[in-house]
């Protein structure tokens, strides 16, 4: 048989295994006319030494690099199924459209999809890496050092031959352990895996947890999926109820399950812009106040705080604070820190029933309300700024001129009250410092009175 002919032959039956077996590949014959073959395949599979696997993408394409016999010295083409391929290597494309062209022999190309490429090792690479493997020999310290190189070559599956030789060589290496995934426990080295396990811990995903943690994230999934269903459930009780239906009003007044309450919260919070009339956005803040779960407090305070609707406002801020008055007033004094003046001044008003004098500096903090404005100086000075004004809209420059920040100072009447309240007969206005030394002259005791007497 002549060169040719077994050439011949040969390209043959490797572009028979790859139309049956490869992935996103495209493979030609120079002879050929330069045919392009295109092959598909549902997906790389992976290459495995089980007899009873069908061959892989990965699996038949690394065959090839025993086929073809004239490859000497060739970069190497590794494939996500598994595998490689050598020879002569340049990619075409970008992105998507990204393939690595393989000239295995002077008549046989290859072009791999890049998404099925996971790495290409050039011919240098390779003849370094065999120079340091047989400079590493049965030297532990030499093989490890051998495994970093390889890490930072993206040389995985070298990296690890090489971690494992060297505690076949040196048992108690600890840095090879270590990136084996080993720990030591009572002179005994073991998998990480089998040691969380002997602590009772479980694996969830890439975590490992305590079984109580578990039972707590396995809840929380559960009530995850619950709340899910309960809004798609309100929804539609919500629109029967606002089309007349009492059947579905009544159904939505006689909620009791604790799951609810994410669903019912999140009626609540737009309800006012959806136009739902004030009788239903009570019956949610009521729903809230009797299930007492997940985001109810919360939102009760938030409600209470903001609210455009005074009944619902005033209704919602009582039961919040009827509820649990500890978190809703820290709810309040949070927002006594908000850059805007009104929530300000809405958070000093909820809290004036509920002044604590070991809340003082935090009142005194919002005594004044600093906020940035842009101010235009130079030509067009005093016309309307850039940017979003208070009110939301999008106001434009004059021509020319140059636009600073400045600070601009708000007092706030009602903080001014609330710090009142808990220091009767006590009046320094806005003055900041004079209150802060005032609150801090009740909490230090005069120096005269520490002394102990003769």
Not at 110 to 139: C, E, M, P, S, W
Not at 178 to 198: D, F, H, I, M, P
């Amino acid at each position: 048989m002549s060169r040719h002919t077994h050439s011949g032959s040969c390209h043959a039956f490797i572009l028979a295994l790859l139309c049956r077996h490869s992935s996103s590949l495209l493979a030609y014959d120079r002879r050929e006319s330069r045919q392009v073959f295109r092959l598909f395949c549902s997906r790389p599979k992976l290459l495995t030494s089980s007899a009873t696997r069908k061959p892989s993408c990965g699996g038949i394409l690394g065959t090839l690099g025993v086929l073809v016999m004239s490859q000497v010295a060739a970069d190497t083409v590794q494939l996500s199924g598994g595998g490689h391929v050598s020879g002569d290597v340049r990619a075409i494309g970008e992105g998507n459209d990204r393939y690595v062209i393989v000239q295995m022999d002077p008549d046989l190309v290859v072009a791999i999809a890049g998404t099925h490429v996971t790495r290409i090792v050039t011919n240098d690479q390779l003849a370094r890496y065999k120079d340091l493997f047989h400079r590493a020999g049965n030297d532990a310290e030499r093989n490890y050092q051998l495994s970093l190189w390889c890490k930072e070559n993206n040389l995985d599956r070298q990296a690890h031959f090489h971690l494992a030789k060297t505690v076949r060589l040196e048992p108690n290496h600890k840095l090879a352990r270590a990136a084996l995934g080993y720990v030591k426990e009572q002179n005994e080295w073991v998998s990480y895996e089998t040691s969380q396990r002997r602590q009772g811990m479980v694996k969830v995903q890439t975590r490992w947890v305590l079984p109580e943690a578990l039972a707590d994230l396995t809840a929380r999934e559960e009530s995850n999926l619950q709340s899910k269903l309960w809004i798609k459930k309100l929804d539609r009780l919500v629109s029967k109820a606002l089309r007349g239906d009492r059947e579905a009003l009544a159904a939505i007044n006689a909620i009791a399950d604790p799951m609810a309450a994410t669903a019912i919260a999140a009626q609540l919070e737009p309800s006012a812009k959806r136009n739902q009339p004030r009788s239903l956005r009570l019956t949610w803040v009521r729903l809230l106040a009797k299930l007492q779960a997940g985001p109810a407090v919360a939102t009760l305070a938030k409600t209470g705080l903001l609210d455009q609707d005074d009944v619902v406002r005033e209704e919602a801020r009582r039961l919040a604070m009827e509820i649990n008055p500890v978190s809703t007033a820290a709810s309040y004094r949070n927002w006594l820190r908000s850059p805007s003046v009104k929530q300000v001044r809405a958070a000093a008003s909820a809290l004036q029933d509920y002044a604590d004098p070991a809340d003082a500096m935090e009142y005194v903090d919002a005594l004044v309300t600093v906020v940035k404005k842009k101010i235009q100086q130079g030509p067009g000075q005093g016309r309307t700024q850039a940017g979003f004004g208070s009110g939301g809209g999008l106001g434009g420059f004059a021509a020319g001129g140059t636009v600073i920040e400045k600070d601009q100072r708000y007092t706030n009447p009602e903080v001014l009250s609330l710090v009142k309240s808990v220091a009767p007969g006590i009046d320094y206005g806005y003055d900041q410092q004079k209150w802060r030394r005032y609150f801090a002259s009740l909490m230090n005791p005069p120096v005269s009175d520490l002394r102990r007497d003769p």
